[in-house]
């Protein structure tokens, strides 16, 4: 019962940023309740299925994982077909989810301090700094887009895009694999479906 509370909750939140607020203000609105909600999933006594699902809500409402697919596959989004790009799209939405999901008990305790807000080129970076219990404290900062409303593109954790990171490991792998896009789509087929 909770879990679907949360569940309904979520992304009104997410959305309800103040209507005079600029681009830079939103986009920290977005973070703030984006690690605000991841916490209170993580520190809830819900069932896994119930935490995934809580999850993908709030994924789906902060970030825009079609343009992080795209940029993670890289040049090899123009020569894949609309159908590859559909597999693909899909395949790594539930991948990232599954990712997320498996790691919810990282996020226990954590304290995530949001900072400044600044416009760099085309985006506006959200800076922060997480205090996990038991570790140094992390500096983080979260990647939203300026365009239209505010979508999260990436996260940079001790200055490793991990948006990039995912870009270098498709690249080498299709390299190594004959620049092949259906072997990268089993390739993600496989670990959708490895137990988790």
Known sequence: MIARRFLLA???????????????DAA???VVTLGRQLSEVAN???????????????????????????????????????EQQRVYTK???TV???NIAGRAGEYKGVVMEVG??????????????VNRPGNAPNKIDWIVTAAGAPRLIDVVAEGTSLRLTQRSDY?????????????????LKAQAAAPG
Do not use: M
Not at 10 to 20: D, I, K, N, Q, W
Not at 171 to 187: M, P, T, V
């Open 10 to 24: 979520a992304v009104p939140a997410l959305l309800a940023l103040p209507a005079h607020a600029d681009d830079t």
């Open 28 to 30: 920290r609105d977005l």
């Open 44 to 82: 809830t006594a819900v069932t896994a299925e119930e935490r995934r699902a809580a999850f993908e809500t709030l994924l789906d409402g902060a970030a825009d994982i079609e343009s992080i697919a795209r940029f993670c596959l890289g040049r090899f989004w123009r020569t894949a077909t609309p």
């Open 91 to 93: 395949l790594f939405r």
């Open 96 to 98: 990232l989810l599954r």
């Open 116 to 129: 400044k807000a600044q416009r760099r080129e085309d985006d506006i970076v959200v800076s922060s700094i």
């Open 171 to 187: 690249s080498a792998f299709l390299g190594s694999h004959g620049n092949k896009i259906d072997i990268l789509i089993e390739a």
